[in-house]
């Protein structure tokens, strides 16, 4: 399917209602009987379960008669592994190995959420959870899940995707079922208020490459088109606000509706080379997923401008732009804009910061073989030999 031409032959999925506004968490227990599930397996990203308000939701939770809650505390130190899965879901488990849960709550950032989603699904899935990695199919439908996202970038909240690593195979696999979209967003702004702007960084960025690599993957369709312009005005002009007013609740909430947005836009498109570099580094040198995407992100829009790709669409929608210059200075403007916006937010101009240097980058170099399916995502040629000469050109 290849529609980012505006051909009128495309599908779209949007399969997770979503809650907007402050304090929304605070009615976790009206949704749960609206969608009259009444035994919540809750995860909570332990770097905010001790904040006050995580505390006022979750209690709100846990007084509500008719309620039986399960909490853990999310406390991994790395991103998610199969094995974690396989220690933690036994918490949810009764003697015959039924669950105890009828649904799972995530309360985090990105991993909680994607740790939420893969409980919802082994623990009505048998042995161990690495047999379901990839995009397995015939298994026993996941419990549903409510996202409540806390940082605001993965747009986990709202795909069906959740990112798991083979601790053996040194790999990001996965357990992605099409069945494990979260049945329920509530987008919180009072949650991501409190990330520190690394996080914020992190995560917004990882929206931003959602956003343009959404829009311009090959595989987009004029639906998928629509969120991702509207999530990188949300997500652009708002990353560039946070960093000066981190407690602004309306920046803040549009940064989060952004995310959402790209990610709605993601799982209805394609992701592409930024998004696919990240993964290499982020399992063999340790970097968030967001910042592994974002140090390649700007190079892209660079190679993709100067190759003849239009993103004066989206120049556009930068505020304070002059919308009357010429397509050609546009893009040139457009390119030099992320580049700008990732030096304000101090995302790293080199690999060497991660630990990657002349000795050890033939691991990265080594795992750009198999990324040839992701860069044909991108609207122009972008090889083999590109990547590794663009990851060899950062490295020192
Ligand atoms: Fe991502």
Redesign the pocket.
Known sequence: MQNSKGSMDFDFNLKTNAKFGAKKALRLAQYLKELSLTRPGVIVDGGIAGLEYTKNVLAALEKEPGLTVKIWIYDLRHEPDYDSLDRIKTMFLDASDRPVTDCFIGIGG?SVLDFAKGLATVVVNPGKAVQYKGFPTGIVPSLPTIALPTTA???SEVTYNAVFTDNDAVKKLGINTRNNYPTLAVLDPLFTVNSPMSVTVSSGM??L??TLESYMAVQSNPMSRIFAREAFSMVFNNLYLVKDNPGDVEVRAKIQYGAYLAGIS?INSG?GIA?AL?YPLGVHFKVP??IA?AVFIAHVIKHNVKTGYDYSELYDLIDGVDRTLPKKVKNEQFSEKIFALCKRLEVPEKLGGFGVNSGNVHLFLHEIDSLERAFAQNPVPFTVEDGKRLVMSMTP
Request: no cysteine; glycine share 40%.
């Open positions: 990105g970038g993965t747009g990882d929206a490459v959602h993601l992701s998004g990240s997923h967001g995407g």
